[in-house]
């Protein structure tokens, strides 16, 4: 069993002989909160399994430590597990760009191992945060803003990364009538210029892939694909990586401990 217990969701995920995934739960709320036990609840339920049955499990994300007392056999860093998950859905992946609620992590992956990374967790800005922000400020729910932005033929300039700022500035777009699709596609164009320029400092990308909650976002994708210049690769269960990359490390830990 593999758990992220991330800043803004609980992805829980059952792996079955290091390949197979049996069954995935993931509930909209995260570190914190009852999020992590329903989460586990439900994947469970989904496996028609109980807790015992689980061979090993291995927790990961910003509130792991939470689950050190009895339900995790051990925790590991976010980044091993996204690089493990990421080269699970993308085998040949050298770049991973991981936009989750709260941070922005780049890896370079060589044969499944990271190589290098950069992380920002100090600031909401080119997060999910800054997302949620607008799309409420916009009153779009967070799953429509992809596809509304791509309805945009003139983007708005959104020149404030900081969300405080760029939340006033969106206000007052809305006020000037800015139609919502532009100022939509504006939002992810500054989130793209932010997260691409962090991408780019350690260096060219070869095969792409991003995940994350923030890319299941189509217009931050397609923005993205844009400011880096070449095409990303999302998988549908993309804000799960860091659950399947933790299930993985679990299977290898087990199978380490038999030898
Ligand atoms: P964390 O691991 O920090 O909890 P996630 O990787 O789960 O974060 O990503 C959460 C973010 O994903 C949210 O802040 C939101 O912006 C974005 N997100 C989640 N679901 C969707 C969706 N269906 N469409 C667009 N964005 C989404």
């Given at each position: ?88 859905l ?120 991003m995940s994350g909650?923030?890319a299941l ?17 999302v998988d549908p269960l993309c804000q799960s990586a ?18």
């Amino acid at each position: 069993l593999g758990i992220d217990v991330g800043s803004t969701a609980s992805k829980c995920i059952v792996l079955k002989d290091g390949k197979e995934i049996v069954a995935k739960s993931l509930i909209d709320v995260g570190a914190g909160t009852s999020g992590p036990q329903r989460a586990i609840e439900a994947v469970l339920n989904e496996a028609g399994m109980k807790k015992e049955d689980m061979a090993y499990t291995l927790a990961t994300g910003y509130g792991r430590t939470s689950l050190m007392d009895g339900i995790a056999d051990k925790q590991m860093s976010e980044l091993s597990c996204h690089a493990k998950g990421a080269t699970f859905l993308f085998p040949n992946v050298h770049t991973v760009i991981d936009i989750g609620g709260q941070d922005v992590k780049v890896l370079h992956i060589d044969n499944g191992a990271m190589t290098n990374f950069q992380m920002n967790d100090k600031c909401a800005a080119g997060t999910g945060r800054f997302l949620d922000v607008m799309a409420r400020v916009l009153n779009v729910p967070i799953e429509q803003l992809g596809p509304l932005s791509e309805t945009s033929e003139h983007p708005a300039t959104i020149s404030n990364t900081c969300t405080v700022f760029a939340e006033s500035e969106v206000i007052s777009q809305l006020s000037a009538k800015v139609p919502l699709a532009d100022i939509a596609a504006g939002i992810h164009n500054s989130v793209a210029k932010r997260v691409a320029g962090m991408a780019l400092r350690l260096g060219r990308p070869g095969c792409m892939a991003m995940s994350g909650g923030v890319a299941l976002n189509t217009g931050v994708v397609r923005a993205m694909e844009r400011e880096m210049g070449c095409p990303i690769l999302v998988d549908p269960l993309c804000q799960s990586a860091g659950a399947i990359g933790a299930a993985v490390l679990a299977y290898e830990k087990l199978s380490k401990s038999k030898e």
